[in-house]
């Protein structure tokens, strides 16, 4: 089963700050680059382990290195504990549980409706089309954050499913809008065993393998656990976006930035799918490589009084062609996401 595309309507109205914080977001970037090129020089890649040491080019300041084994972009550092514990985790316990009101609560239903439940639905319909009963299987999405695929998994008749997150407070979060507890916490260095251990036919890692300090050994668990039949990925792409990123230094950088310190490729994954004894099931390629190009232009238009006037004229000319421009990227696997259920081949 092969899909591709994705309306942008719904990125484009969940994401105003993407247009109207550039400045602070970027900053934010800025500052988490600053942090990451202390990390210690990263030598393996992280797809297939193989040596890397010859840097392709460079953005805010970080080295960025494509595997000639597989294909992966390597960012040049490491992501130690030190580091990823700043991104995911809680420092010093800080977790905290607040009021929610019913904006929140209507603003996590969208969030849940417009951008999780497809990704749900077309599990469910790929595991059915492959000759599954989608509603007899379990479920457990590893990285679940806030719990919006978790919801989106219910949501869709799949009622099987736990969740499992390392923040205490998008755990919190979770639960209490899920009204029952479905997500659990685990220790940042838990998650390999996690993985080993958990009793589902079907796991889940939505935007998770790119964050992993260890994704080989959490995929090589995956294999081992005898209870796991299939992955259901969804990772972030080596794309066009990372060409427009690195054109456009001075607008936020959706992308290849942050917690993004490596992208896979279709020749990574392929890597990954047979090292791992894996096949494609399913994939569906949809990218905001051409909502990246759009808002590039319009960020940059608006920084210069001259070309100011231009912005307005640039969104109404080329918003009524993003979805078809960015299909035709899709079609041919240049989209900045993919998502893909991978089976393992063999016993499990
Ligand atoms: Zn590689």
Redesign the pocket.
Known sequence: MKRYGKPSAPLLSLKPHFFNENEELLQRQRDLAGLYTKEPRRLR?K????P?DTVSFSKLGIDYLV?P????LNGAHEDSDTFCAALYTEAGGAAYARDYSAADREAYRTRTSEIYVPKARFLADSLAAHGESPKALAYADIGAGSGYFVSALRSVGLDNVRGYEVSETQTALANEMAGETLVETHALDDTVALAGRIEAKVVSLIGVLEHLQQPRELLAALKANSAVSYVYISVPLFSPSVFIEAAFQDVMQRHLSGAHTHLYSES?LD?TCREFGMNRVAEWWFGADIVDLYRNILIRLTQSEKTAGAAKLWAEMIRPAVDGMQEALDRRHLSSEVHMLLQFDGGN
Not at 47 to 50: F, L, V
Not at 69 to 72: D, F, M, S, Y
């Open positions: 890649c797809a297939c382990d193989g890397i595997c084994r597989c294909g992966h990574s890597w």
